[in-house]
Structures are given as C-alpha cells and as structure tokens.
C-alpha cells in the first residue's frame, strides 16, 4: 500500500522569507510524486512531479522540490516567500511498481501555508 | 497536457435528490478518476473510469450511491444520488496522460 503525510497542518513564513512544506511517503516500488496547489473555490493546480533523474526538481512559481530516497521524502520548498503563495498543498504519490493498470493517487492531508505580508 | 473543464462549479441540493456531475477534457484520455474532498480534508478516491468498462470503485463506495458514465475518451459523468447532508464535499475529476495527471475545477457541493 502507499501513503503519504505531510506532519504539518500549517505553516506561516514571513513574506520574503524561504518556505518549506514537509512531505513523506511510503511505497513498496519507485514512487511517482507530485505537488499540486488548491486555491479557495478552486481544484487542483499541478505544480511539479518527480519520476527518475535529478533529485532537484524545478517547478511552477518557482517552486522546486527535493526527493530523498534514503529519508523517502519530498518537501517543496521555494527561496522566497509571497502572500500569493497562501494556499493549501497536496503531496501526492503513485507507486510504479503498483502492477499494471494502477494509477491511483495517494493524497497527503494537506498543509495550508500562509505568508505573512 | 490536458484541460478539463467540469460544471457544476457548485450546487446546492435538496436531501434526496440528485446530482450530476459532468466534465469534458479537451483531448482523449485512457483514465479518468472520481474525487471527494470533505470539508477540511484531502482527496480521496471514489473510483476510476475507463471507456468501454464499467468504473471501479473504491471500498466504501459503491455504484449505487456513486453511478459514473464513461461513453467516449474524453467525457465523463457522476452522479450522487439520494442526497444527504454528509454528501456535502467538493467532487473533482481527473485524467491521467503522459505528462502526468490534471484536475477538473471542481463542484462544491452543498445538500440542505
């Protein structure tokens, strides 16, 4: 089976300020990630997802995440802060090796971070 | 990668009604998935579609409650049938392409 958690329900940074939102995963094979942003009132917004290679990946509104397999986590972090970064992320993984035909996405919880102005 | 537009973008229901859902994306995809979010909670899975085969739901959902349509690759449908307060949730949809998977807007929606 795979999981995800993200250990924090909110995270408040500073505008300006680097922002980190935590996220670790479990499965059995090689994890496909992905973060996604929800807006109020709005679906999901794809920000960046990791599949192979480097373990910096770049994504949209300059966010980037970091995969760690030894300490299999994902956290998304971005150098500096704004106030339209307020939203809530979801860490999601899919396990490749989950056999053919799967492709179910495990949502975390969600962190809502907020930046102070 | 695709876009899905999905409507209603919110409705507000009467208990023991119903409620469909539709969304178009703009290419064929294989995969199309079914979304709840509960208010204050994460998105869990209600079933997957796929064209030409019946859906296949998730434990604790069951075709009854959550009937889904799949008749070509590029649209789908769910219903939430016999409304009750609890079913108050955001729904979304979703594909599943090459470049990774895309969400619908989303229908909130509200049973009173």
């Known amino acids: 089976a795979q999981s995800v958690a993200q250990p924090e329900d909110q995270v408040n940074v500073a505008e300006g300020n680097p922002l980190t939102v935590k996220c670790t995963y479990s499965v059995s094979g090689n994890p496909y990630l992905f973060w996604y942003v929800q807006y109020p009132n709005r679906g999901l917004q794809f920000l960046l997802k990791?599949?192979?290679?480097?373990?910096l990946v770049k994504g949209s509104y300059g966010f980037e995440a970091e995969f760690n397999k030894s300490q299999t986590s994902f956290h998304l972090k971005k150098p500096s802060a704004l106030v339209s970064d307020s939203a809530l992320y979801f860490c999601?993984?899919?396990?490749?090796?989950?056999?053919?035909?799967?492709?179910?996405?495990?949502f975390g919880k969600g962190t809502k971070l907020s930046v102070i102005p | 990668s695709a876009v899905i537009s999905q409507k209603p973008s919110r409705d507000i229901c009467q208990r023991g009604t119903s409620l469909t859902i539709q969304c178009q994306v703009d290419s064929q995809v294989t995969m199309m998935f079914w979304y709840r979010q509960q208010p204050g909670q994460s998105l869990t899975l209600i079933a997957t579609?796929?064209?030409?085969?019946?859906?296949?739901?998730e434990s604790g959902f069951v075709i009854d409650k959550f009937p889904i349509s799949r008749p070509n690759l590029t649209f789908s449908t769910l219903t939430v049938s016999n409304l009750s307060p609890e079913d108050s949730s955001i729904y979304l949809c979703?594909?599943?392409?090459?470049?990774?998977?895309?969400f619908g807007s989303g229908t909130r929606l509200t049973v009173v």
């Open positions: 579609a796929n064209q030409g085969s019946e859906a296949t739901y």
């Open positions: 990791y599949i192979t290679g480097d373990n």
């Open positions: 979703s594909e599943h392409d090459n470049y990774g998977y895309t």
């Open positions: 999601a993984v899919r396990d490749m090796n989950s056999g053919a035909g799967s492709y179910q996405l495990t």
